[in-house]
């Protein structure tokens, strides 16, 4: 099976621009997580989809922001980004919500210049 | 809140000592308990979880209820066991994660 896929796998934008970033599930996987990685925070969890709707949401701004589609990708979108926003952005799916095994994608490094 | 600490952010030992990677957990209910490892340019993965109760690549972790606590332990380190380790729980809220410890193996 493939694993999760996350693209693109680096990015580089500067302040007040957005972005947009996608995340392919294991197949069969209907559930979508992500994460902010920083050297100061660590994982930091962002949302949950799961069947096209958001289930959970961590505490960042509205700037932050995502979807699932019907085939269970996925797109987390920041607008007006912001130096703070430099982090490595992990997906990870799971076959269902809960106390699931995720899957982790290889990350989206974002460079906010 | 819910919360996972990993006391430690730096663990060295030598090969062949054993290794203790500390983790205590504060969650509502029963939490299900995860540890992570992330290998140098690789992504994160599941190295075990409670429920499971398994042993991977010599680890095993013991959840103590009472102490909230749920401690990664390898009797006898390997220098490829070197990487970046996060404790994590979940229930019925997402993944939180632990702070993470890295592991260094001497030889």
């Known amino acids: 099976k493939a694993g999760v896929t996350q693209t693109p796998r680096y990015l580089i934008k500067t302040r007040g621009q957005q972005v947009t970033l996608s995340c392919s599930p294991i197949?069969?996987?209907?559930?979508v997580s992500w994460y902010q990685q920083t050297p100061g925070q660590g994982l930091q969890f962002l949302f949950e989809?799961?069947?096209?709707?958001?289930?959970n949401k961590g505490n960042f701004p509205g700037r932050f922001s995502g979807r699932q589609f019907s085939n269970s990708r996925s797109e987390m979108n920041v607008s007006t980004l912001e130096l703070g926003d430099s982090a490595l952005y992990l997906c990870?799916?799971?076959?269902?919500?809960?106390?699931?095994?995720?899957?982790f994608g290889p990350g989206t490094r974002l460079l906010v210049l | 809140a819910q919360r996972v600490t990993q006391p430690e952010k730096l663990l060295s030992v030598f090969k062949g000592a054993p290794v203790e990677l500390k983790c205590n957990y504060s969650y509502s209910g029963s939490p299900e308990l995860f540890w992570y490892v992330q290998y140098s340019r690789q992504r994160l993965q599941l190295l075990l979880r409670h429920i499971s109760r398994e042993s991977i690549k010599g680890f095993t972790a013991d959840l103590n209820k009472g102490e909230t606590s749920f401690h990664l332990k390898k009797p006898f380190a390997q220098e490829e066991d070197s990487a970046m380790y996060y404790c994590a729980a979940s229930g019925n809220t997402p993944l939180v994660f632990g702070k993470g410890t890295r592991l260094s193996v001497i030889a």
């Open positions: 197949s069969g996987h209907r559930s």
């Open positions: 990870a799916s799971s076959l269902a919500r809960g106390a699931e095994t995720q899957y």
């Open positions: 989809y799961f069947s096209e709707t958001q289930r």
